[in-house]
Nanobody
Framework: QVQLVESGGGLVQPGGSMRLSCAAS????????MGWYRQAPGKQRELVAT???????NYADSVKGRFTISGDNTKNTVYLQMSSLKPEDTAVYYC?????????WGQGTQVTVSS
């Protein structure tokens, strides 16, 4: 069993910045991928960014150059630094941890970009 605890999120003005954190605990394999996904109202959940324990990252085209994903393996924590936020970034952001043996999601945190 793996638990994911997300923090961060809230209201930010367009052009602003925000950081999300996701801490994993439990029976975590040494090989896994952690990442962030988001779901806006009326839309499907989509990938935002992922990172392997080795540090390989992957980003959605819509966030490249604006968002940065990073991880702390000693804390089993992944971060999403979001900059130059746009109203279209408004969504519920979900953390995910994936390995060959499991696939868990966090409860989600709301990010609203509005003036």
């Amino acid at each position: 069993q793996v638990q994911l605890v997300e923090s961060g999120g809230g209201l930010v003005q367009p052009g602003g910045s925000m950081r999300l954190s996701c801490a994993a605990s439990g029976s975590i394999f040494s090989t896994n991928i952690m990442g962030w996904y988001r779901q806006a109202p009326g839309k499907q959940r989509e990938l935002v960014a992922t990172i392997t324990r080795g540090g390989t990252t992957n980003y959605a085209d819509s966030v490249k150059g604006r968002f940065t994903i990073s991880g702390d393996n000693t804390k089993n924590t992944v971060y999403l630094q979001m900059s130059s936020l746009k109203p279209e970034d408004t969504a519920v952001y979900y953390c995910r941890i994936l390995s060959s043996a499991y696939n868990y999601w966090g409860q989600g945190t709301q990010v609203t970009v509005s003036s």
